[in-house]
């Protein structure tokens, strides 16, 4: 799989547990031929923290049964 396709996994994973505000950055977004990570960050209330963990577990144990 290359970097986009899992870019699109884990945005439509965060997209699906509430978090829309989703922020690509690094070498990725900047001008290098091959870049080899991608930098970003979410924005989620704190508090709500482990439930989006455990949402985001159940999401990965569904797609590796698959």
Not at 7 to 13: F, N, T, Y
Not at 19 to 48: C, N, Q, T
Request: glycine share 6%.
């Amino acid at each position: 799989m290359t970097l986009v396709n899992n870019l699109e996994i884990l945005v439509s994973q965060l997209w699906r547990v509430g978090i829309m505000e989703i922020v690509i950055d690094g070498s990725f977004v900047e001008d290098k031929a091959s870049p080899g990570d991608i930098d970003g960050y979410f924005v989620a209330d704190v508090r709500s923290l482990p439930d989006i963990v455990r949402e985001l577990n159940v999401a990965a144990t569904n797609v590796a049964s698959i």
